[in-house]
């Protein structure tokens, strides 16, 4: 049976870094968002005269984000459709909530649930200083924004999102990335993705 797995979370919580250490026991075509449609955003912000970084100015939102989330999501059918198994990273927040958002995935992959099964992990942090220092610590200028507006990030630090996929209760994973990020972990991690 296929794997389909979605890392989500806000910033900071460690999504990628999580799928990276999950991905090294179970293989699969590894899709960030950020690295499938990031620079496009960036030069399409940057022509309107925009700040690059910032993924929530009202442009971004509404001419961008299901531009750069679909473009993800085309490469994921492609990878289900030749039987590969694919690790989904980002917040996927509004697709969360859409319960025909999955089902269109594995319609238009030629899939059906009792080919794939779709899983769900929450990545989150109970400390909220852990999450601004792995901001910080990555370094990355699309950081830059969501570091100087910290007050409106701060809140979201144990954000869980809705999940309206009819999917079981037993194939999402509340997954707490505070502290060390141990064998014990990782373990706990593959053996929800793999069973």
């Not at 994921?76 to 969360?96: A, H, R, W, Y």
């Not at 809705?162 to 990020?181: M, Q, T, V, Y």
């Given at each position: 049976?296929?794997?389909?797995?979605?890392?989500?979370?806000?910033?900071?919580?460690g999504k990628t870094t999580v799928a990276i250490e999950a991905i090294k026991h179970t293989p699969a075509a590894f899709l960030d968002r950020d690295t499938v449609g990031g620079r496009f955003v960036e030069a399409f912000l940057e022509k309107e005269g925009l700040d690059p970084d910032d993924r929530?100015?009202?442009y971004y939102k509404k001419h961008l984000r299901d531009l750069e989330y679909d473009t993800a999501k085309d490469v994921?059918?492609?990878?289900?459709?030749?039987?590969?198994?694919?690790?989904?990273?980002?917040?996927?927040?509004?697709?969360?909530k859409n319960?025909?958002?999955?089902?269109?995935?594995?319609?238009?992959?030629?899939?059906?649930?009792?080919?794939?099964?779709?899983?769900?992990?929450?990545?989150?942090?109970?400390?909220?200083?852990?999450?601004?220092?792995?901001?910080e610590s990555r370094g990355t200028e699309r950081d830059t924004w969501k570091l100087e507006n910290w007050d409106s990030y701060e809140t979201r630090v144990n954000f869980v999102p809705?999940?309206?996929?009819?999917?079981?209760?037993?194939?999402?994973?509340?997954?707490?990335?505070?502290?060390?990020?141990t064998e014990k972990k990782v373990k706990g991690l593959v053996d929800f993705i793999k069973n």
């Open positions: 049976m296929q794997k389909l797995v979605f890392f989500v979370g806000v910033a900071g919580t929530d100015s009202e994921c059918i492609e990878n289900l459709k030749v039987g590969q198994d694919v690790f989904m990273i980002s917040p996927f927040t509004s697709e969360l319960k025909a958002w999955i089902e269109g995935v594995l319609s238009a992959a030629g899939k059906t649930k009792a080919e794939v099964d779709v899983k769900v992990v929450v990545v989150v942090l109970d400390d909220i200083e852990q999450q601004r220092e792995r901001i809705e999940i309206n996929w009819e999917i079981p209760e037993s194939s999402i994973l509340i997954f707490d990335n505070s502290g060390d990020l």
